[in-house]
């Protein structure tokens, strides 16, 4: 039914041979759409589908500038073209955006449009409208260049271990060596690099908020937060659901995670476990090494997806033919990983900083979750429709985590090893849900306060993150790493408030795995029927095509934990 042999989008509209230089090559095209007569329902949507063109031609190369940037950080010219497009051309977009959005909610003839695709695509169309001001573009262009000098900052950190040069990414792997002191030195120099950047990532921050808290401002707003959620399209929930996660979360994660830092106590042997044990195991366990190279990376997750679906493997095979895969961990790349949705083409770009880890395997997985949810909303008619929310986006990647674990044979040949892949993972998806919650109620505050100082900000980093610590590792003495903890978190600086729908998502592929478990083909069948609609549902409907209820109350935290505990226990000595 679906298929990995995607076609790049034929263009009508734009010539095929057309390359955005500057803002007055595109110009006329956005100009052409503003003054086109629209008499006709046909007419309306011939109209759609020729703006659909122009905005997938335009994200295209948006989307490239960047993957450029992140893939070498030490190339000005990929930079200043990132930057041209932010400051020189967007913000000439977003003018003609708002135009070109209130002719078509404005036209007559928009009644037409009855189809229930339509009914999520025209919500954030009115959405934007309310939302656009036009003294918010110069910010909006300030922020998207600023936004980016967190990879810069961060893509010139590096430590040196046993004399040779590694990136923070590299020098994790350290984390899980059996020789304690070596890990501890790893931890520490780590630590250190990180502080050395404490000053420009602070000053770096305060002026985000400073720009967000303004455009909020000028919209109407009274604060970021209401601003920011609006902008999200978080038309499903609300500030008080998020107050509840976080609440849930302490009551029925944190528990559970003492109980798994407690188990690794006891494994290791130590009267204190502290935070550069935690990813350790005992003397005479060898660290997990699933793959060596980028290519062997791209190989088992070939035959891993295969195995899961023949779809999903066909997937990754295609991105690895146009070169689509930027995996391995170097000096000058950016730090993190993500999947990149490419509008006109179809297949994404993933990137990430592989090192021969573990969490590699994770990521990889994850972002190929994001992969298949690209390809199978391509085939979608507008641009528009493929923009699908977050908490759906997630829900891909994270139930990848967990579907794929049925076949991480092909990382690792040893039984033991792959039962402890199997319960690195599970514990993980325990053990995230305290930061996400740290991470979002830190927001809150954030945007709730929006004169603190420096020293007041810290001060209420440190209270959160006290507030979920569940007791047994033992941090004293590594007060001052601890306070600067969160400057480490991409999203707090690039995607405001993009944290908690990893939170929301991960209880939806927890969800979705329970449905695996009990008949694997009709979960996957869900899954990929859900990632077909894109963005042309309601949050609520694309988790009731998967096969869930939108729920992330309490009571729904506890059950799904009490599941992933008792799997844990299967796999666990």
Not at 207 to 228: C, H, I, P, S
Request: charged residues 25%; hydrophobic residues 40%.
């Amino acid at each position: 039914m679906y298929t990995a042999d995607i076609q790049k989008l034929p263009r009508h509209f734009v010539p095929v041979d057309f390359v955005l230089s500057d803002w007055n090559s595109i110009e006329p095209y956005f100009k052409s759409l503003q003054e086109k007569e629209v008499n006709t329902k046909d007419e309306l949507e011939q109209w759609l589908l020729q703006l659909s063109e122009l905005e997938a031609v335009v994200s295209e190369d948006a989307c490239w500038r960047q993957i450029k940037m992140t893939c070498d950080t030490t190339n000005p010219s990929l930079e200043e073209s990132f930057n041209f497009f932010c400051t020189a051309i967007q913000p000439h977009i977003q003018q003609y955006a708002d135009t070109l959005n209130k002719k078509l909610v404005h036209h007559p003839l928009v009644e037409t449009l009855q189809s229930k695709e339509y009914f999520t695509y025209l919500r954030s169309i009115k959405k934007n409208i309310e939302l656009f001001r036009e003294e918010n573009i110069p910010l909006q262009s300030e922020l998207a260049v600023m936004q980016q000098q967190f990879g810069v900052i961060s893509s010139k950190m590096t430590v040196t271990i046993n004399g040779q040069e590694y990136t923070l990414q590299q020098a994790a792997k350290f984390l899980e060596n059996p020789d304690r002191n070596l890990r501890e030195e790893a931890y520490r120099k780590i630590q250190e690099r990180r502080l050395q950047d404490k000053a420009p990532l602070n000053e770096l921050f305060n002026t985000l908020m400073a720009k967000r808290n303004e455009l909020a401002a000028n919209a109407g707003f009274g604060n970021y937060t209401d601003y920011r959620f609006k902008e999200l399209g978080r038309f499903d929930y609300g500030k008080e659901e998020c107050f509840a996660f976080h609440e849930a979360v302490k009551q029925h994660v944190t528990p559970l995670v003492k109980i798994i830092y407690q188990k690794k106590k006891e494994k290791l042997g130590l009267e204190t476990l502290r935070p550069w044990d935690v990813e350790a195991e005992q003397d005479g366990v060898k660290p997990l090494t699933p793959f060596t190279t980028g290519k062997d990376l791209t190989e088992k997750t070939i035959a891993c997806f295969t195995k899961l679906r023949p779809f999903f493997g066909d997937c990754i095979k295609k991105m690895e033919e146009i070169k689509h895969l930027d995996l391995e961990s170097r000096m000058g790349k950016a730090p993190g990983g993500y999947n990149c949705p490419l509008a006109e083409s179809g297949a994404p770009f993933i990137f990430m900083n592989a090192a021969g880890q573990m969490h590699d395997v994770t990521t990889m997985v994850h972002e190929g979750g994001h992969a298949v949810h690209s390809f199978l909303a391509h085939p979608l008619k507008l641009t528009g429709f493929k923009e699908y929310p977050m908490e759906i986006a997630e829900v891909a990647s994270m139930a990848m985590e967990l579907f794929s674990m049925e076949y991480w044979d092909v990382f690792f040949d040893n039984a033991e090893e792959l039962r402890r892949a199997k319960e690195h993972q599970l514990e993980r998806v325990i053990t995230l849900f305290p930061w996400i919650a740290i991470i979002d109620k830190f927001q809150h505050w954030l945007y709730a306060n929006p004169g603190h100082t420096n020293e007041q900000r810290t001060e209420q980093w440190m209270s959160i993150l006290n507030e979920y610590s569940e007791g047994t590792v033992d941090y004293s003495g590594l007060e001052t790493y601890r306070s600067n903890a969160w400057q480490r978190q991409l999203h707090l600086f690039e995607v405001p408030f993009y944290y908690i729908e990893y939170g929301i998502a991960q209880l939806g592929a927890i969800g979705m795995w329970m449905q695996y478990k009990q008949n694997p083909e009709r979960a996957l069948d869900n899954y990929c029927n859900v990632l077909a609609l894109g963005g042309t549902a309601t949050l609520p409907q694309l988790y009731e095509t998967a096969g869930l209820k939108f729920d992330f109350s309490p009571a729904v935290i506890k059950e799904l934990m009490d599941f992933v505990k008792v799997e844990l226990d299967k796999v666990s000595h």
